[in-house]
């Protein structure tokens, strides 16, 4: 008995060392570090670009001094935000700063400290790195910069066959594409990740059936709406593109991609009836799915009834995004997000007290580029500064639980339109009193 219960705590002994084994070879040699997949064009940087004939820097700066309102668009936007931004500074100290994240947020290899001589295994965190003695620290705060669309051998790249400028220029179909948004826009899943789409596919999202090949929309329709003056001081008037790419960080971006319905039945309740509200959610605007991007977005769909103290009596909600098991193995479990032109109902019911007046019912969406503890834990562990808001309410009505309901709901009848097809100045319209309403 003695030699049997010692071959059994043998066996167990043998067990764990076989299963620490392969647990530590499945996290050191088969599961990514990062949450994607390498493709060959985002895995490594923009080559080095050397400066134009023509230019003194490839700095934004030097490329305002002639392009100023394209210039003065760049610095608003999330583009020039991209390496300096506290969300992702935040996020990438959490991954260890990897070298990989830089390959879209500072795509240029002139703004990167490090080379990567070799990539045993394809593990990320195994690089082979050396330093890179042209790294320019100043130029990599820049980001997202003008040279990383637009200089390439010495050129410089774009929409125009007939440019004429102080400095070299050659036309690049892709611009008018959407080939363009390809390469940081359409992130790949990697070994051991079952993404329905990568952590940002936003690019294998887009529509292209309705809005490409019936509205002739393509991204940069939306999220660089198309402007007529001059491309650079001095030059002739023609059509060009807002340098703004407002988008998944933006709320009046989100606003304008969605419609918002609400019916109720019965219309007119009286005291005592059961009162059902319809909310239709409708992706009216959008080529791709919403919310989009980081798969931490998501929409909160609520339902709030209060009295006539104003005090909350009941409350009910629902989620709309991405669903996603991050170990051991990252499995997307749900996606519920709308699909472009998709719309989605939301029903909530509630029995209208007999003797109480003055109660209201308010349906709200809201849109969180993260949860509340998700902020939490970037600023308690990964020094998140900054009082940027991740929370923005797209939507807001109350309604009265009495007979005057229908009328309050005639008075916020929907914009109907679908599409964002941008007015002539390039403006996406703006409509505070409406939040409901839809590019033009």
Not at 277 to 304: Q, Y
Request: charged share 25%; glycine share 6%.
């Amino acid at each position: 008995m003695k030699s049997k219960r010692s071959w059994g705590g043998k066996a167990w002994l043998l067990l764990l060392l076989v299963l620490g084994v392969g647990i530590y070879i499945f996290y050191t040699e088969i599961r990514p570090t990062v949450i994607f997949g390498l493709r060959e064009d985002y895995a490594k940087p923009i080559p080095y670009q050397q400066i134009p004939v023509g230019l003194q820097s490839l700095k934004a700066e030097e490329c305002g001094s002639c392009h100023v309102e394209i210039y003065e668009e760049w610095k608003s936007s999330i583009h020039a935000e991209a390496f300096h931004d506290p969300f992702f500074q935040a996020y990438w100290k959490k991954d260890d700063n990897i070298w990989v994240c830089l390959n879209c947020h500072t795509p240029l290899e002139n703004q990167q400290p490090t080379l990567i001589q070799d990539l045993p295994r394809e593990r990320v965190e195994k690089a082979v790195q050396i330093p890179n003695y042209r790294y320019d620290a100043e130029y990599q705060q820049e980001g997202v910069t003008c040279a990383a669309c637009h200089v390439r051998d010495g050129m410089i790249l774009g929409p125009y066959d007939d440019s004429a400028a102080p400095h070299p220029t050659q036309f690049d179909p892709s611009f008018r594409t959407t080939q363009v948004c390809y390469r940081c826009h359409n992130v790949v899943s990697g070994p051991m990740q079952f993404y329905n789409a990568g952590p940002c596919g936003t690019y294998p999202e887009y529509e292209g059936k309705f809005f490409m090949k019936e509205k002739g929309l393509i991204c940069q329709s939306c999220h660089m709406p198309e402007v007529e003056r001059p491309v650079a001081k001095g030059s002739p008037i023609r059509f060009g593109r807002r340098h703004l790419w407002r988008g998944g960080h933006d709320p009046d971006m989100v606003k304008r991609a969605v419609a918002v319905q609400v019916q109720a039945d019965p219309p007119t309740p009286q005291p005592g009836d059961d009162v059902k509200l319809t909310l239709t959610l409708i992706n009216a605007g959008a080529g791709h799915k919403v919310p989009t991007g980081d798969p931490d977005r998501f929409f909160t769909v609520e339902f709030t009834v209060r009295d006539s103290n104003g005090t909350v009596v009941h409350e009910q909600s629902d989620t709309m995004g991405r669903w996603i098991l991050w170990q051991p193995v990252i499995v997307e479990v749900y996606d519920n997000r709308l699909l472009p032109l998709a719309s989605r109902d939301y029903s909530f019911e509630y029995e209208i007290p007999e003797k109480e007046k003055g109660w209201m019912v308010q349906a709200r969406i809201r849109y969180h580029i993260q949860t509340e503890s998700q902020n939490q834990m970037l600023r308690n562990q990964y020094g998140l500064t900054g009082e940027d808001p991740y929370v923005f309410t797209i939507y807001d009505r109350e309604f009265p639980l009495d007979a005057t309901l229908s009328t309050a709901l005639q008075d916020h009848e929907p914009d109907p339109r679908v599409g964002c097809i941008a007015p002539s100045d390039g403006l996406a319209p703006h409509h505070p009193a409406d939040t409901s309403s839809l590019h033009s």
